[in-house]
């Protein structure tokens, strides 16, 4: 027993030593690969690999085997691409030259996963600029339009039965004077679809207001017989809770006692009943009981939310309203007199929102700044000097045609064998 258990410290004793011989080995392996690529290469142990990973310095590129003397120049034979983080040592590397270098990598670098963001395609650095009509910082830097930007816009005419060509001023003079230097295009459809829209808003509520309330009403229309609406048992309690702040939307509500999940709608917003008659009108199907479920929808779920009703206009009777405007707008393709167009933009000016149409869509698009415009200046020929050269070329034809003659002339006849 003694002896075996001699034996069995011996062993550990002889496993121990070979173990620490063994990490010998591996840090000297180790030390050795680190004073490999200790010049263009830089170590890395990435985690969730679980490997060590070498990074060229000088390009980016990466790989899992140990670099070697022979590739430590080109960096290009059997590298591979795996994403690593990037280390920078400012202790050993200059921090411009590093930049430098990570700025060209990445410029060359075509990314697999995600697309490049697009640039300008115009090299500033080469003088391409200096042949364009618009200067790069115009796109670089866009212009922000301000509602007293509009009140300057001077129309010039309409293009292509779509768009009016105006100038707008982006800035004052010293002497107080606007002066139109940025050409915009106004989208003819956006524009009066935002006319309309505001104007809709304003006749969809009552021009007088009751007494003793601040708030104001939309104009309603009698359904005969009453729209019945499936509700929940909830709904319902929320309905009859706020039925009286319901009706300064338009909407009068009745809750028979037959049903707990039956309300009957005797009043609904005007718009609703115009644009049930478009539809009609177009030959479509009806759309009123849809329209009033969603109205309904809305205004329970912000009962839920907040607690109470909004004084803004609902979103379901703006877009019914967003719709009537869109439709009885000017289309693309009609054509407008420059008054028309005056009028148009006159009208636009004094409206809310007028950089956007009833959608969300831009009314109006910059084009270019025409105090940025260079005027290219055109060489004018030289006449006298072009005249010389025409005669010079005359005079040479002519000298080589006598040249031409005399050798023919001096040449003797050739006799025949």
């Known amino acids: 027993m003694l002896m075996n258990l001699v034996e069995d410290a011996t062993g550990d004793q002889n496993g121990i030593c070979f173990q620490s011989e063994e990490s010998k080995a591996r840090a000297c392996s180790e030390t050795e690969e680190s004073n490999t690529c200790r010049s263009n290469w830089q170590q890395h142990f990435d985690v969730a690999l679980g490997r060590m990973v070498y990074v060229n310095r000088m390009t980016g590129l990466s790989t899992f085997i140990a670099p070697t003397e022979d590739i430590q120049a080109a960096c ?124 809709l808003i304003i006749d969809s509520y009552e021009k007088q207001q009751a007494q003793g309330s601040g708030r104001k009403k939309l104009l309603s229309s009698t359904l005969i017989p009453p729209l019945e609406i499936t509700v929940t048992e909830e709904q319902r309690r929320l309905l009859w809770c706020y039925h009286k702040n319901l009706e300064d939307l338009g909407l009068e509500l009745v809750f028979p006692d037959t049903s707990d999940s039956l309300v009957l709608v005797g009043k609904v917003p005007l718009c609703f009943v115009e644009r049930e008659a478009n539809e009609l009108r177009r030959g479509r199907s009806t759309v009123t009981k849809s329209i009033v479920e969603e109205f309904i929808r809305e205004q329970v779920e912000l009962l839920q939310t907040t607690g109470g009703i909004q004084g803004t206009l609902p979103l379901t009777v703006q877009k019914v309203l967003a719709s009537q405007a869109c439709h009885g707008a000017i289309k693309f393709n009609d054509g407008l007199s420059l008054q028309e167009s005056c009028r148009l933009i006159e009208t636009l000016s004094s409206c809310q929102l007028p950089f956007q149409c009833a959608h969300g869509r831009p009314s109006m698009l910059p084009l270019a700044d025409i105090d940025h415009l260079e005027q290219e200046k055109q060489i004018k020929p030289n006449l006298a000097k072009l005249r010389k050269m025409a005669q010079a070329w005359r005079l040479f034809g002519k000298a080589e045609c006598d040249t031409m003659q005399s050798l023919q002339q001096s040449m003797p006849p050739c006799e025949p064998p």
């Open 76 to 199: 290009t034979k059997d590298l591979t691409t795996v994403a690593v983080d990037v280390i920078l040592e400012n202790d050993t590397v200059d921090d411009t030259v590093s930049s430098e270098l990570l700025q060209s990598l990445f410029s060359e670098w075509d990314n697999p996963v995600f697309a490049r963001y697009p640039e300008v395609a115009v090299d500033v650095s080469s003088g391409q600029a200096e042949s364009l009509a618009v200067k790069i910082h115009n796109i670089l830097y866009p212009y922000r339009f301000t509602k007293e930007m509009i009140h300057s816009m001077q129309v010039l005419q309409q293009v292509d039965s779509k768009f009016i060509a105006c100038l707008m001023s982006t800035k004052t003079e010293e002497n107080g004077e606007a002066g139109g230097n940025l050409l915009v295009l106004v989208d003819q459809h956006a524009a009066h679809e935002r006319i309309r829209l505001e104007q």
